[in-house]
């Protein structure tokens, strides 16, 4: 079992500079969509987390081959060996449901487990079957799988009735190979959709409205190879600038895309943190002394993301008044708000909304982490915590960080990586 010790203290800030790696929620669906083809795909600047290894682990079993060399990966299907994600590997890590789409595309069937419910709320993905099912295929759940059949996809108009990143990737991955065109709409519009249909372009796909609410897919009779760029990750990155903000530092993230981050950006300037755009792509924060409270609704990019709202909530505990986030995108996200009272925060749950109020000074705790956001912000308090903050179940955190023990490190916290031998040493 491994856990991170953080010695923390309201007055060490963090400087320095620091790399941010390839985006996790765009190279899984880049990998997924590997599937849709013979040739070997290869992908720059992929990031080296544990969510990249479980659908490396989940492509193998469908008969990928592979190789991973510094951040490149080059991965080939010339064969689909097997149809099936199996429970554990979508229990794991629910995006494994991304290949579901190919899978029917190239292959005609599909077997994968329903994912169930998971820390943050029941994650249906009825809007991923009612898209597919509108482009001809069958579904039968049996056991807790759900077995689809499609003799051959074909066009159709489908609406999402909500706004679905994975259910969108999903939908124009199976249509690039369907019969005939499929129009998309309210298609979700996160730069990782854009990413994936850039990809998806380059291997022959017919795509317009990239990047649009609606999408049209005329569909070919095969894709092919190509090499591409991963981008960066905005929510590490966002990550980050809430590092630098909430330790009153003074940090440089190289390798970002701050057109992916504008709201997040823009929340930041607001709470007094000085956000600075060096070049096309690095960012420079600086702290403020005084942190000014503020309100924050989730909503669908180019919203404020989800996957930001446990970071800032830390950056709200040092604001001077209230501060209120609304979240809009998944039910139960508020389960890191118990780990942050132990830590001396004073926060309330009414529903979607938690209320904030600063600011509170923090000490350091045992405490556990229970998603992958929830983890970067106990990691976050516990750097502005006094005294000791040991963060439990550290795989939550691994699954979406590359090395952030090691990034922090560089900036000046004391943080490491212990495993329970060492800790029952002390
Ligand atoms: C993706 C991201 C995740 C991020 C989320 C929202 C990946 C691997 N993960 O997750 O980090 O927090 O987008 O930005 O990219 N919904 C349905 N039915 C469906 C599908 C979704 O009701 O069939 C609902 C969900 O319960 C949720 C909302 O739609 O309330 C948005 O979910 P969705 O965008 O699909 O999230 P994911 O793709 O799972």
Redesign the pocket.
Known sequence: MEKIRILGSPDRPLRGQVTISGA??AV??AIAASLLTQDEIHLTNIPLVK?VFTILTLMSELGAEYKINGNCLTIAIRNVLCHEASYQLVRAM??SI?VLGPLLARHGKAVVALPGGCAI?????????HGLEKLGANFTLEHGYIKAEAKKLRGAVIEFD??????T?NLVMAATLAQGETILKNC?Q?P?VTNLCELLIKMGAKIDGVGEEIMRIKGVSELGGTIHDIIPDR?EAGTFLVAGALTKGDIYLNRVRPDHMTTTIEKLRYSGAKVEEIGRDCLRVQGSEEIKPQDIITS??PGF???MQAQFMVLMTQANGTSIITET???RRFLHVNELLRLGANIEVHGDKAIIKGKTPLSGAETTATD?RASACLVLAGLIAKGETIINDVEHLDRGYERIEDKLKQLGASIERITTEKEEKR
Do not use: C, M, Q, W
């Not at 709320?121 to 079957?129: A, E, T």
């Open positions: 996790k929620n899984l669906p969510d629910r995006a991304l709320g029941s994650r249906p993905i009825d809007l991923h079957l909500k706004k679905t990143v994975g259910g990737e979700a996160e990782e929510i669908p990019y993301p989800t996957d995108i998944f039910d992958l």
